[in-house]
């Protein structure tokens, strides 16, 4: 099936909207092919300030009528308690949030950006989007994650090279309690790190202690930087350190 095809099948649709690449070049293509598209955003505790602003950027550039839907995750229990299937009680929430408003605006088909490379086995979310009836004509389509970048740079999507980015929780080993103050901690070192230039790294926490995982290409810049990377992060964790194995 191509997508195309799919909206021609289902020509109303409701697109979970994260701003990221997959969402983004979904998006598109229900603008495209579709006779109704609603774009939901869901602004939660996991989300960095950047994402909402990227979604709301693409939004505006397709003419995409968004909403931003407020979800407090850590108001449900199996999320802040963070066992290894945190993630499909998250979507649970998430989903069944957009789910409702979708509905009220009078859709039925809710759609997510799951691509043919996504490995279903390493998602404990996907059984939630299950359950929950939520279709990914992406995966449906065929269309891999490499595929979807060069379309999207063919669209002229800002999105097409962006790097992939999992939520805020997931810097937190499984079994640690999540706490805002933990999720606010990494969003400010992540901040920082992306304003000297990192691509593409994240910086992991294990019961105060941050673990920065880098490309090795990015090494002599945090070798150059390491001073000011120390204090800056400091300020939230009580010590630094740099994962060997790289990303």
């Known amino acids: 099936m191509e997508l195309r095809e799919f909206f021609r099948e289902h020509p109303q649709v409701a697109v979970a909207f994260s701003g990221g690449v997959d969402s983004a070049y979904l998006?598109?293509?229900?603008?495209?092919?579709?006779?109704?598209?609603?774009?939901?955003?869901?602004?939660?505790?996991?989300q960095p300030a950047f994402e909402r602003a990227d979604?709301?950027?693409?939004?505006?550039?397709?003419?995409?009528?968004?909403?931003?839907?407020?979800?407090?995750?850590?108001?449900?229990?199996?999320?802040?308690?963070?066992?290894?299937?945190?993630?499909?009680?998250?979507?649970?929430?998430?989903?069944g949030t957009i789910r409702e408003a979708a509905y009220a605006d009078g859709f039925t088909v809710l759609l997510d950006g799951t691509n043919a490379s996504d490995d279903a086995a390493d998602r404990p979310g996907m059984q939630a989007l299950k359950e929950l009836q939520v279709c990914s004509p992406l995966r449906e389509c065929g269309l891999t994650k490499a595929q979807i970048r060069d379309l999207s740079k063919e669209a002229g999507l800002f999105t097409w090279d962006k790097p992939a980015y999992a939520c805020l929780?997931?810097?937190?080993?499984?079994?640690?309690?999540?706490?805002?103050?933990?999720?606010?901690?990494?969003?400010?070192a992540e901040t920082y790190l992306f304003s000297l230039g990192f691509r593409d790294f994240r910086v992991r926490s294990k019961e105060g202690v941050a673990k920065i995982q880098l490309p090795e290409a990015q090494w002599s810049l945090l070798a150059g930087h390491r001073t000011e990377i120390l204090a800056e992060l400091k300020k939230y964790y009580t010590s630094v350190t740099l994962d060997l194995e790289v990303r």
């Open 27 to 46: 998006l598109y293509a229900a603008l495209q092919y579709a006779e109704r598209v609603g774009a939901y955003y869901v602004s939660s505790e996991f």
């Open 55 to 95: 979604a709301e950027r693409l939004a505006e550039q397709l003419g995409a009528d968004l909403k931003i839907l407020q979800v407090q995750a850590l108001q449900i229990p199996k999320v802040r308690e963070n066992p290894a299937n945190r993630c499909y009680y998250c979507k649970q929430g998430i989903f």
């Open 169 to 188: 929780a997931t810097r937190i080993p499984t079994g640690e309690v999540i706490t805002k103050e933990k999720l606010e901690a990494t969003e400010k």
